[in-house]
């Protein structure tokens, strides 16, 4: 199939495009960027007014496979992710079991290629995800895993932290750290504030993550190695990544929509659809992050998509689960209410949430858009204008902390190796 | 009053606690007749769903309830057994399909109560959920004050322990400071953390500095557990520091009240002299309970006095 984009404003900062070009897909690849295409069998899209820009990816999704398929699986996620305007994402190991040993890797990869998008496997650093031992790390890099991370247990052995950064060393990974002290975390279910003391919810401190950043970015530094700071939520955690990049470490950096634009005033319902971990913060350090995304610290948008089932999510709020999905909101969220305001531009939003995380993750063909390359590509329409409907989701979980929010910006167009894996104009 | 559901004290306005504290005052009287009962809620089902041991809170609700001539369902569960089996949704859907008017609700979660009103049709009373709030206890401590002192503003009130853990100590703190009075919090650091001053409150960590002029003085509950979570190192030193004994009671007004949401640890929190004193309003808090949970049912329910 021959696809012909016409009259898009094409942006793509990592070859210094932007501006209005036809592109031609044919087999897959991008076959022409040129001024005026004509091309008679083609299927045409009319793009005026519209914004191409390299596929998005999402570097860290939930999808519940194996383990919770009713919440999630990647069927479903990766449809929620095409919809979304995503042509690949990163899927952590916390699936019941975790995905620690290659053939594990194996089975999202296979399940990944029955998909309309890229599923890429990120494994588990420990076996089982216990912290204990090391996971067979280089074995699942060669059946596909791109990075490597506990998420939601976090090493907390030092020693081990440090031992496992090294062995990485052997195919040049990449560490994904969700940095938290469980021991100042402990128990606690909302940002440790005033406003939430009067709520009576047990509060998760900011040192929990500041001071496991500080001490992680060490480690990583004293082992020359690569290591990336998932979904930042506070200020003084921002300054600690600020002075490590001063110094050269070799750290990058996430942060999610929902830090970026709520806060802890939310949690004033008791409504789990704001429970997560990171905790929604205070509206302080919510400025912070989205003055350090404008200021380049920050790296990646990413969702950390993380879907429950509503059974699991209505119930008491100390007993809820963490998490909230992203995949259907993330573009509509970050156009809104930070390009359309200005707080960031169009190529900022491309380097973060394609362009950054194709670079941090190796992921080779992604990131741009250019004559030859792979035809990985979002199409943006700035003006439409959505009302998040969480009945309407692909994605199997309703738990969304954006319900009824109405947002101008949302894909329109996800083409996958020149397919069409989501459209609606 | 407007107000279908009492979930806490923070979101009342000042004239709904003077609405109740009224109200509850002429239910003061009914309480000491030979029959105590008056037809206010006659027809009407009221339950109590308590998933958190409690003797006193639950009795006081049940005898409140049918001194108005409702009828009253106890329900009492640990949290645990539930969790085993039924949500907690699921639990009191259930209930309220047996035609319910007011659910009284004790949780050991933060936010339970609620979470009921976003799915029942029942009037909701909270009695107690989690480290939250607990409204009636200090509706029954304003009651008190008000009917020793004859006013709540211009008073210096002092609330000593483990505020951290303590439900009663947010409600009190807003109805106080609503209500007009100075309200001083004191206690080790550990259970008084810094953004504590976020609350209208002072903070005092020296209790003796603290008591100075005190018109009143509430005592909490310390549990003993709390030394596992490194709050303080014991009881001892706890006992030197915070323990109000009647050395430290003469820094107060001489006419000064101690209070106490109950259970008492004897020679913890409190030493037994000053308990059992004259300068004690324990029992009285807990006679005035009845009629102040008289007057929130009957105002959510909107009984004819």
């Known amino acids: 199939m021959r696809i012909l984009l ?56 939930h999808f519940r496979e194996p383990g919770r398929e009713d919440a999630e699986d990647i069927e479903s996620g990766a449809k929620a992710a095409a919809k979304g305007g995503f042509v690949a994402v990163a899927m952590m190991p916390n699936t019941e079991p975790p995905v620690d040993d290659p053939l594990r890797v194996r089975f999202v990869v296979e399940k990944g290629k029955m998909t309309d998008i890229y599923v890429f496997p990120v494994g588990s650093f420990t076996k089982g995800r216990q912290g204990k031992e090391l996971a067979e790390m280089v074995m699942m890099a060669e059946e596909g895993a791109v990075a490597f991370s506990d998420d939601g247990f976090p090493v907390s052995d030092p020693l081990l932290l440090r031992r496992g950064l090294e062995y990485l060393k052997i195919i040049d990974g990449i560490y994904l750290d969700h940095a938290e002290d469980r021991s100042l975390s402990m128990g606690g279910v909302a940002n440790e504030s005033y406003i939430t003391a009067k709520l009576g919810l047990k509060g998760i401190p900011w040192i929990s993550e500041a001071a496991a950043v500080a001490r992680d970015v060490y480690i990583a530094e004293f082992t020359k190695s690569k290591i990336h700071i998932q979904h930042v939520s506070s200020a003084k955690t921002l300054e600690v990544i600020e002075q490590a990049k ?133 199409v943006i329409d700035p003006k439409k204008e959505i009302t998040v409907n969480s009945e309407e989701f692909a994605s199997k979980s309703r738990n969304t902390p954006f319900e009824g929010w109405k947002l101008k910006g949302a894909a329109v167009l996800t083409i996958v190796n020149g397919k069409i894996a989501f459209e609606s104009f | 009053m407007e107000k279908k559901h009492l979930l806490g004290i923070e979101n009342l306005k000042k004239e709904e606690i003077e609405e109740i504290l009224e109200t509850s005052k002429s239910f003061i009287e009914i309480s000491k007749r030979p029959i105590k009962k008056v037809p206010v809620l006659r027809g009407k089902t009221v339950v109590n769903l308590f998933f958190e041991p409690s003797t006193r809170t639950r009795s006081s609700f049940e005898i409140a309830a049918k001194r108005l001539s409702a009828d009253v369902m106890n329900f009492s569960s640990s949290v645990s057994s539930v969790r085993k089996g039924e949500s907690l949704k699921d639990t009191v859907l259930n209930l309220e399909a047996m035609k319910t008017d007011l659910i009284i609700i004790r949780h050991s979660f933060s936010g339970a109560a609620k979470f009921l009103t976003t799915f029942c049709s029942s009037s909701v009373v909270n009695a107690g959920d989690g480290t939250h709030e607990h409204p009636t206890q200090a509706l029954l401590d304003g009651m008190t004050v008000l009917e020793k002192k004859g006013r709540l503003d211009g008073l210096k009130v002092v609330i000593v322990g483990d505020i951290l853990h303590s439900r009663v100590a947010r409600s009190d703190i807003f109805l106080f400071s609503k209500m007009g009075s100075k309200v001083v919090i004191s ?31 509430i005592m909490l509950r310390l549990q003993k557990e709390r030394m596992q979570g490194g709050f303080f190192p014991s009881v001892r030193e706890y006992r030197q520091k915070y323990q109000l004994t009647p050395e430290r009671l003469i820094r107060t007004k001489p006419d000064a009240i101690v209070m106490h949401p109950g259970p008492i640890n004897r020679g913890i929190e409190l030493s037994s002299d000053v308990a059992d004193s004259g300068r004690s309003v324990i029992l009285e808090q807990v006679e005035k309970g009845v009629a102040v949970r008289m007057a929130v049912l009957s105002l959510l329910l909107g009984g004819e006095r």
């Open chain 2, 187 to 217: 206690g080790p650091p550990t259970l008084i953390p810094g953004y504590f001053r976020g609350f209208p409150v002072e903070i005092d960590y020296n209790l003796d500095r603290a008591l100075e002029n005190a018109d009143v003085v």
């Open chain 1, 6 to 61: 016409k009259n898009g404003r094409i942006v793509s900062p990592l070859n210094g495009l932007d501006g209005i070009f036809d592109v031609l897909v044919e087999n897959g690849k991008i076959k022409q960027i040129a001024k005026r295409i004509n091309c008679e069998d083609c299927k045409i899209y009319d793009l005026t007014r519209m914004i191409v820009v390299p596929g998005l990816i999402d570097m860290h999704v």
């Open chain 1, 246 to 378: 001063a110094r050269g470490a070799n750290v990058t950096c996430e942060v999610t929509p929902h830090h970026l634009v709520l806060d802890e005033t939310h949690l004033e319902t008791y409504d789990t659809n704001f429970k997560m971990n990171p905790p929604l913060r205070s509206a302080e350090d919510k400025e912070a992050l989205q003055e350090a995304l404008s200021s380049g610290l920050i790296d990646v948008i990413a969702s950390d998509h993380a879907p429950h089932t509503r059974d699991d999510k209505e119930v008491e709020f100390d007993v809820a689960p963490f998490g909230v999905i992203g995949l259907e909101t993330t573009v509509p969220v970050i156009w809104d209410k930070l390009v359309e305001k200005k707080k960031i531009t169009v190529e900022r939003f491309v380097e973060l949430l394609s362009v950054n995380p194709a670079r941090i993750l190796g992921l080779e063909g992604f990131g741009k858009i250019e004559k030859d390359g792979p035809a990985h590509i979002t």
